[in-house]
């Protein structure tokens, strides 16, 4: 292709060039939001149908973990924000450091969700077979997550549920189908995200990047942005339904 | 290229570092709304929920204003959003508004009865 500096053959300017570029990932970032969109419309109805099994299963999930991952992505977008300010204003050194930056708390959202998934793994709490809302009440010894002094109110929470919606168990496993498969979703969208970040950590290393040229940066930049929109709205779906008790 | 004019709008750190604050302070007020019952200060039973999305279009849309920069993007990207969050809106209206007005096979109003999936689930 036909390129002078920075400017491709086909674009009058680098401002058209650089606008026509963003104006392509809005384009895919709309159809993401149909899709993120469509699952969320899926839990609303849910939601709806089984409230009390929604609101029982949203408590047994650990509000520290879920706001500090909340903090920890908010974190990693102003780092994110920060790296594409350092490629326009031509801070070539800063670039690499605040994309480290990002990837890292990146690496911290993974771990915390580690943390969470195996806990309700061992809290038999992943729909199927095995799933049993009250597994963690009728074995509290094998449960660590729970604390000996609220046992008795989680027992009567679970009985008062029970008493209204005699189906929990049932219901309740489609609040964790819910929580993983949009945390899931959410997750393979950070994975590809990461391995994006790295790949612009290497060319910003090389100093690819430039005040004239640093699309891929911005870029990378709106995709990272989007996946925090979506935690964003994840996190008081799913960890703040019914906290009032 | 020197001889075109880099004309695009650059968005400062101070601006995202306040923006940053606003999200953090914002991630705050929704943990502690939740922990409060609304519905016993206004009559309006999905408080909670309301306040709870309210909080994250506000935090959503700093992040698409500022870290995204959409507030100093062209027209045309602001008419691509503005028509993706329209299209998401006939999605959610019109799914919901099915469900709503809808009497099921077994004349069942939704939400469905909770009592007559148990059939569908006899192990529970």
């Not at chain 1, 993120?36 to 839990?43: P, S, T």
């Not at chain 1, 450091?97 to 806990?119: C, S």
């Not at chain 1, 929990?168 to 819910?178: E, F, R, V």
Request: include cysteine; aromatic fraction near 14%; charge should be neutral.
């Amino acid at each position: 292709m036909h390129r002078t500096g920075a400017l491709y053959g086909q674009f009058e300017t680098l401002e058209q060039q650089k606008e026509t570029a963003s104006l392509g990932m809005w384009i895919f970032l709309v159809t993401e939001v149909m899709f993120f969109g469509g699952i969320m419309l899926a839990y609303t109805i849910n939601r709806h149908t089984s409230f009390h099994a929604f609101a029982m299963g949203s408590n047994t999930l650990s509000l520290p973990l879920g706001g500090f991952n909340t903090v920890v992505l908010l974190a990693s977008s102003f780092t994110m924000a920060m790296a594409v300010w350092s490629s326009q204003t031509g801070k070539k050194r800063l670039i690499p450091i605040f994309l480290t930056l990002t990837i890292l708390l990146g690496f911290v959202f993974f771990g915390v969700k580690y943390v969470e998934y195996a806990q309700k793994f061992h809290n038999h709490l992943i729909p199927g077979k095995n799933f049993d809302i009250r597994y963690c009440v009728n074995n509290p010894s094998k449960c660590e997550d729970i604390q000996p002094d609220d046992l008795a109110k989680e027992r009567a929470e679970i009985a008062e549920a029970f008493e209204a919606d005699p189906d929990l168990n049932a219901h309740a496993q489609l609040y964790y189908s819910a929580y993983f498969g949009m945390t899931g979703l959410h997750a393979l969208h950070m994975v590809i995200g990461a391995g994006l970040l790295f790949w612009l950590l290497r060319n910003s290393m090389r100093g690819m990047y430039t005040p004239e040229w640093n699309t891929p940066v911005d870029l990378v930049g709106l995709y990272w942005h989007f996946v925090d929109i979506v935690w964003i709205y994840l996190f008081p779906l799913l960890y703040l339904i019914d906290r009032h008790k | 290229m020197s001889e075109h004019e880099h004309s695009e709008h650059i968005v400062s750190p101070g601006t995202y570092v306040a923006i940053i604050l606003s999200l953090l302070a914002l991630t705050g007020l929704t943990v502690a709304a939740a922990y409060v019952n609304l519905s016993d200060y206004v009559p309006f039973k999905q408080a909670n929920i309301f306040v709870a999305l309210l909080i994250a279009t506000v935090k959503a849309t700093l992040v698409v204003l500022f870290f995204m920069h959409v507030k100093y993007s062209p027209k045309r990207t602001k008419l691509v959003i503005m028509a993706g969050i329209f299209w998401l809106l006939i999605l959610l209206f019109m799914t919901l508004s099915d469900y709503a007005s809808r009497i099921d096979y077994r004349g069942v109003r939704f939400p469905m009865s909770q009592h007559v999936t148990r059939e569908a689930f006899p192990r529970s």
